[in-house]
């Protein structure tokens, strides 16, 4: 079973099947695997992703 979650530094979101994981207030500590989880009735899959943080904070904006 999936369960939403959320805290204070993440956030997981799923709209229409299309899941997101959003790391706020980023640091150094958070470098490391995230991996993500999924399954149905069809099947299951795993995946991951490293991340790296270092250097200067910096904002992002994307345009829709």
């Known amino acids: 079973m999936c369960t939403p979650m959320f805290t204070l530094y993440y956030f997981v979101q799923n709209m ?11 640091r150094s500590g958070d ?16 995946t991951s992703a490293k991340l790296s943080v270092y250097g200067k904070v910096y904002t992002c904006v994307t345009a829709d």
């Open 16 to 26: 229409s099947g299309l899941c997101s994981l959003e790391v706020r207030d980023i």
């Open 31 to 46: 470098s490391g695997v995230y991996s993500a989880h999924a399954c149905n009735t069809m099947g299951e899959v795993t």
